[in-house]
């Protein structure tokens, strides 16, 4: 079982609709959560991070996180073409220097006009 | 500059030649990581340093030589690599390795490594 597990996609959605990205990860001592967009021939960059169980909304971006089901997921509303990318889920257990940080192999969304 | 930058962008090396890539980040963070990024494979963290201390090793050949000097530039030394080297190789910086937790961290746009 992979540690941080992505589906590959490509994940069509229509313009305008909402994209719905999903993590699952297998150390249940993790305790940070990250989401990256990586655009083609780009580096990660952060969108989004969790710690708490619940949602954390940051403009049309909604981070989702279940400990108890050991998943996170991540929400894009009103998709806009801009957010055709790959989106990387990264996982951190917290703990200080023996934390090791995971990524998944990315979901590649493709936003359609 | 701002953010993290990396050089060279592009570099093509045989199996016998010694290289460096070059990490500089312009933000006052205090822990800096390498990583790899091969096509269709998840992002492979390499080293991390925190305040100039290695603090993670993952198991990487010792072909792969990391050197930080201070908490704002870090070198990848390669030496004898093999073709399936080749891979993009990101560096990333964080406030703090405890910090990152706080925050995340933020690429340099990579050095595209061929290695022929």
């Known amino acids: 079982q992979k540690e941080v597990e992505q589906n590959s996609g490509p994940l069509s959605v229509p313009e305008g609709a909402i994209a719905s990205l999903n993590c699952t990860y297998s150390d249940r001592g993790s305790q940070s959560f990250f989401w990256y967009r990586q655009y083609s021939g780009k580096s990660p960059e952060l969108i989004m991070f969790?710690?708490?169980?619940g949602d954390k909304e940051d403009g049309r971006f909604t981070a989702q996180l279940n400990k108890a089901s050991q998943y996170v997921s991540l929400l894009i509303r009103d998709s806009q073409p801009s957010d055709s990318a790959t989106y990387l889920c990264a996982v951190n257990n917290g703990y200080s220097s023996a934390s090791k940080i995971i990524f998944g192999s990315g979901t590649r969304l493709s936003i359609r006009p | 500059e701002t953010g993290v930058t990396q050089t060279p962008r592009h570099l093509v090396m045989g199996m016998t030649n010694k290289k460096s890539l070059k990490c500089e980040q312009h933000l006052g963070h205090n822990a800096m990581y390498w990583y790899k990024q091969s096509a269709k494979k998840p992002l492979e963290l390499m080293f991390v340093?925190?305040?100039?201390?290695?603090?993670e090793n993952n198991s990487v050949p010792s072909r792969f030589s990391p050197e930080c000097p201070n908490s704002s530039h870090l070198f990848l030394h390669l030496h004898t690599l093999q073709p399936e080297d080749s891979a993009l190789y990101l560096c990333a910086s964080s406030q703090d390795f405890e910090g990152f937790s706080r925050g995340g961290q933020h690429f340099g746009p990579g050095t595209r490594l061929t290695v022929t």
């Open positions: 969790i710690y708490s169980n």
């Open positions: 340093y925190n305040f100039k201390e290695q603090t």
